[in-house]
């Protein structure tokens, strides 16, 4: 009876605990999922037969040891060996650059309310599209992806820094090169039959689509679906403080009334899972290649205003959802903060920390030759950067800030980051698994 009548307490002082906001609801809404279809992606995601030299996979890059991430501030995809902050150059196969931006986690992505995904939302839900999405191969997206999740996951393998590989050493690479994509015969056609070609493979889709050709997007969804179901993360201490008010640690509760409250928080990283979906422009440092064309001579990315066009989405980029925040670093478009607390720390007071940001803030793998600090070491560009900020000071103590962390660490499922089904042992292509 003491136990019902805490809880029942605690529901009833919500309000009186968010000063600045109110709580969120604690249910979202995910579609539901076809076990068969979410055990295909399994073996998908974490199989090299998706990329173009064999040898990158989805995991490589998203992988639950990193929280889903990849450990680093920049990644390097194809031309690299090993997995994480261990993972090295191949001197045989040198990489052109850097992934250019930070490889995000994917936690949630499965629910309904995430309509718009990557660092600056190029793709998003579009119905006035015949495929419902907008993206950037606009009239080029073909039909059938079951999502903007589906989508998401299969544009790394046109990528020539992540999946595709360098121009014109294979086949994918090549299509790429032309700009053969989405055409018939083009990049993801060659996907798609290298994976039909595989016996095993071609009995489980049949579990899935029956005899149908395999299509691109009967691959893509079933990856979604895999991702959807392996890291969905609605069960932290958080999410039972706020459907049947079961007590934070008394630090945490705290640091979730300055959230919601004093230090703002809530005005971006709103929600169940604190992201306001929308694109803001915070003073991050940007390290690394940036986001350009081959063409492009600068280091420089611009975010939000790459995909709109518009100056006043400049340096914007998607508020990221903070569940399991805790284990997913490096942090920022460009994962230019390894550490948490540097992170929130850069939130207090964005312009000050852009100028005083330290090169050893980062995890960057050894690449001979990297423009990694280009954009920071030009005072015209930070001063670009600076000048979009959004963000006005806050002043936070040392025990505040140490408060926000523990809230941030309520945030954290264990299950969710062990994932359901976990890494294979072994994929239908017989290719190596990073375990």
Not at 190 to 204: G, K, N, T
Not at 231 to 236: K, L, S, T
């Amino acid at each position: 009876m003491k136990q019902v009548f805490s809880a029942l307490f605690v529901l009833a002082t919500l309000p009186a605990l968010a000063t600045g906001a109110d709580l969120p609801s604690p249910d979202a809404s995910f579609p539901k999922v076809n076990m068969a279809e979410v055990q295909l992606g399994q073996l998908l995601f974490y199989d090299p037969i998706l990329s173009g030299n064999k040898t990158v996979a989805c995991a490589t890059c998203h992988h639950p040891r990193f929280g889903t991430s990849d450990g680093v501030s920049l990644g390097l995809g194809d031309g690299g060996i090993g997995l994480g902050p261990n993972r090295l150059v191949d001197p045989a196969n040198i990489p052109e650059q850097r992934v250019g931006r930070n490889a995000p986690a994917l936690f949630n992505l499965g629910a309904s309310e995430f309509t718009r995904l990557f660092h600056d939302g190029r793709l998003e839900v579009d119905t006035s599209r015949p495929s419902g999405i907008r993206s950037p191969l606009e009239d080029a997206m073909v039909v059938g992806f079951s999502s903007v999740l589906s989508a998401q996951a299969m544009f790394p393998v046109l990528s020539p820094d992540e999946m595709a590989g360098h121009y014109s050493e294979n086949e994918i690479s090549q299509s790429v090169r032309l700009g053969m994509l989405s055409l018939e015969g083009g990049a993801w056609d060659q996907i798609a039959a290298r994976v039909s070609e595989i016996p095993e493979y071609r009995a489980v889709f049949d579990a899935v689509i029956g005899d149908s050709v395999i299509k691109f997007t009967d691959i893509s969804n079933a990856i979604a679906a895999f991702t959807a179901y392996e890291w969905r993360a609605d069960n932290a201490p958080f999410d039972r403080f706020l459907r049947d008010g079961t007590p934070l640690p008394v630090t945490a509760q705290r640091g979730l009334d300055l959230f919601y409250g004093d230090a703002g928080c809530a005005t971006c990283h709103s929600g169940q899972f604190q992201t306001d979906h929308e694109f803001h422009a915070i003073a991050m440092p940007q390290i690394g290649p940036g986001k350009a064309e081959r063409f492009e001579s600068h280091n420089r990315d611009i975010g939000r205003m790459r995909v709109t066009g518009n100056v006043a989405d400049a340096y914007g980029f998607r508020t990221p959802s903070l569940r399991n925040v805790t284990a997913t670093g490096p942090y920022g478009h460009a994962g230019a903060y390894a550490q948490l607390e540097d992170v929130v720390s850069h939130h207090l007071d964005p312009v000050a920390s852009l100028y005083g940001y330290s090169s050893n803030m980062a995890i960057l793998p050894k690449l001979e030759g990297a423009q990694d600090w280009n954009i920071l070491g030009k005072p015209a560009e930070l001063e670009s950067i600076s000048t979009a900020n959004e963000l006005a000071p806050v002043a936070l103590t040392n025990a505040e800030v140490s408060d926000l962390m523990a809230f941030l660490d309520s945030l954290t499922d264990p299950l969710s980051l062990a994932g359901r089904l976990g890494v294979p042992a072994r994929v239908p292509s017989g290719l190596p698994v990073d375990q």
